[in-house]
């Protein structure tokens, strides 16, 4: 059950558990009837204080659900790995449940509208990156254009 108080956000987290991609068919909204993927994952972000000493210690971290959907989630799913920071923002909201304990539970879930790499973290070995081209390169565009003549060579002598 939703709260139905969606707050924006922007914040960095820590995948916790191996993510999942599943096809899902909406029932309602615009996407209703058509198949669509959807990325689920459970993150947390850590928090800190700072003790009388001036050192740092760690207090709970927030946890939260995290999903997004269609072909951003088919290509984000592709490069998450457990432990990996990222950036992440879009829309947060606090969902209740009855687990099977029969305790009522609340989880925090962020539908995300975009999720980046944190470049600052230990662990990344390498980055390959390959820019799509939907378009040849201007270069190649030139040089497959016809010439064209100039007035003076069609003249009319």
């Known amino acids: 059950m939703t709260n139905g108080n969606y707050e924006q956000i922007a914040t ?93 539970h609340s989880v925090k879930e962020i539908n995300a509208s975009a999720i980046a790499l944190s470049l600052e973290q230990n662990g990344i070995k390498s980055l390959q990156f390959e820019r799509e081209n939907k378009q040849k390169d201007k270069s190649e565009q030139k040089s497959e254009q016809p010439r064209r003549k100039s007035r003076a060579s069609t003249a009319v002598r």
């Open 12 to 104: 960095k987290i820590v995948v916790f558990a191996e993510p999942s991609l599943n096809q899902i068919t909406p029932t309602s909204g615009p996407n209703a009837g058509k198949e669509t993927s959807v990325l689920n994952f459970k993150a947390f972000h850590p928090n800190y204080t700072r003790n009388d000493k001036g050192e740092f210690e760690q207090q709970d971290s927030d946890w939260f659900t995290v999903k997004m959907y269609g072909k951003k989630a088919e290509n984000v799913a592709r490069h998450l790995k457990e432990g990996m920071v990222l950036e992440v923002r879009g829309s947060v909201t606090d969902k209740t449940f009855t687990g099977r304990d029969g305790q009522e």
